[in-house]
Structure formats: C-alpha cells, structure tokens
C-alpha cells in the first residue's frame, strides 16, 4: 500500500522560511517522478515543483520559482521542498504526489498525471 506522509508545515511570518518533507512507503521512490503541489481554499490544486527520479531535473511553478527549492533522497524515499522568502499569498495546503507511471518518461506538472497523493501539510504565512 502505498502512502505518502508529509510534514513541515506550520505557522511563519512573511519572508520566512520553511521545509517541507514527504516520506514515501510502499514504494520505491528512485523508480518515479515526484511532485508538489498546493491548494488554497477556493481555488484549484496549483503546481509548485517537480523532480525527476534520478533528482537530475527540476521544474517550478512561477508562482515560487526563485523561491523555492525541491530535492530528493532515494535511500531515504524522501522528498523535499525548501520554502524561502515566504509570502501571505504561499498560504495552502500543500500536498506531495508521485507520477507512478512507466515506463518512466519524464517529469509532467500537471496534477491529473499524478497517482498517489499525501494527506497535505497546512502552511499559513502571515503578513
């Protein structure tokens, strides 16, 4: 059974920082692309970053690009999200999704080609 377990979300100020982590069971990481997204209320699931297996590649939403760092330990079967520079409207819940699709054909940033997802994590940065 696969499950995906993130963390690291919480309460911060505007510019601060944060570190999101998913855990993957259930699975073998190394083999998929993963990804974060995020959803605010009343709005649609939004892209945030993706990585490619190997951790090689890594693409962002434009919302947090420049802000925003993903990265990955396969041993650990762990993925990352660094949050800098946080702004009141990164408020969200953000989720981690693996693309368990193969053969592997690279990294895709939309939500729909993603079959396994989190329980999500609260981030609120206030102003």
């Known amino acids: 059974q696969v499950q995906l377990v993130e963390s690291g979300g919480g309460l911060v100020q505007a510019g601060g920082s944060l570190r999101l982590t998913c855990a993957a069971s259930g699975l073998t990481l190394s083999r998929y692309a993963m990804g974060w997204f995020r959803q605010a209320p009343g709005q649609e699931r939004e892209f945030v970053a993706a990585?490619?297996?190997?951790?090689?590649?890594?693409y962002y939403g434009d919302s947090v690009k420049g802000r925003c760092t993903i990265s990955r330990d396969n041993a650990k079967n762990t993925v990352y999200l660094q949050m800098n520079s946080l702004k009141p409207e990164d408020t969200a819940v953000y989720y981690c999704a693996v693309d368990a699709r193969l053969p592997y054909s690279g990294v895709v940033t939309f939500a729909r080609e993603y079959d396994f997802w989190g329980q999500g994590t609260q981030v609120t940065v206030s102003s």
């Open positions: 990585i490619s297996r190997s951790g090689g590649s890594t």
